[in-house]
T-cell receptor, first 109, second 113 residues
């Protein structure tokens, strides 16, 4: 079946760039998403990329999609303490989202 | 524009009881989908409704059911609760026409004791 893999933790220094990676098996999705979840909260849509795009930039966020390797990444420039959260990649398939396990972003002062 | 509203926010139930959770989507959105989030299993899809019809269902036992009303509001029901049903239940609202974007509510935290 479909599968999405993410590393569980990423630790970066405040002000550095964070790069969160995701690999997936299903290549039929139209959209691929990045969601953010803060403690005790729901899921906030950060950004998305259409499957025929390679890159999308949105302020501090850059999404890269390598369809050949089935690899999706999210780069957060100038990481701030407010970026501390769990980041999920997800792709749509048959009216549902298939999720990665989430990457917890830890910011070091 | 109001967001996705889930009620109640917190719920404590006893094993064997049943529970009903509610989700009101964003105005104009016709699709509502439900997800269960637990520390062990992560985010798992329960079901999706569009214009009162279930279009897809995840791998959950029949104790989990849902429905959608003509105003697009949706409810999910869990009967004969088990300890393992303790989770954050999230609902997502979307246009349902294949365009991008699922907006999530804040979730209902269900604890089964």
């Amino acid at each position: 079946g479909e599968d999405v893999e993410q590393s569980l933790f990423l630790s970066v220094r405040e002000g550095d760039s964070s790069v969160i990676n995701c690999t997936y098996t299903d290549s039929s999705s139209t959209y691929l998403y990045w969601y953010k979840q803060e403690p005790g909260a729901g899921l906030q849509l950060l950004t998305y990329i259409f499957s025929n795009m390679d890159m999308k930039q949105d302020q501090r966020l850059t999404v890269l999609l390598n369809k050949k390797d089935k690899h999706l990444s999210l780069r957060i420039a100038d990481t701030q303490t407010g970026d501390s959260a769990i980041y999920f990649c997800a792709f749509d398939s048959n009216y549902q989202l298939i999720w990665g396990a989430g990457t917890k972003l830890i910011i070091k002062p | 524009k109001a967001g996705v509203t889930q009620t109640p926010r917190y719920l404590i139930k006893t094993r064997g009881q049943q529970v009903t959770l509610s989700c009101s989507p964003i105005s104009g959105h016709r699709s509502v989908s439900w997800y269960q989030q637990t520390p062990g299993q992560g985010l798992q899809f329960l079901f999706e409704y569009f214009s009162e019809t279930q279009r897809n269902k995840g791998n959950f036992p029949g104790r989990f059911s849902g429905r959608q009303f003509s105003n697009s509001r949706s409810e999910m029901n869990v009967s004969t609760l088990e300890l393992g049903d303790s989770a954050l239940y999230l609902c997502a609202s979307s246009l349902g026409d294949g365009s991008y974007g699922y907006t999530f509510g804040s979730g209902t935290r269900l604890t089964v004791v």
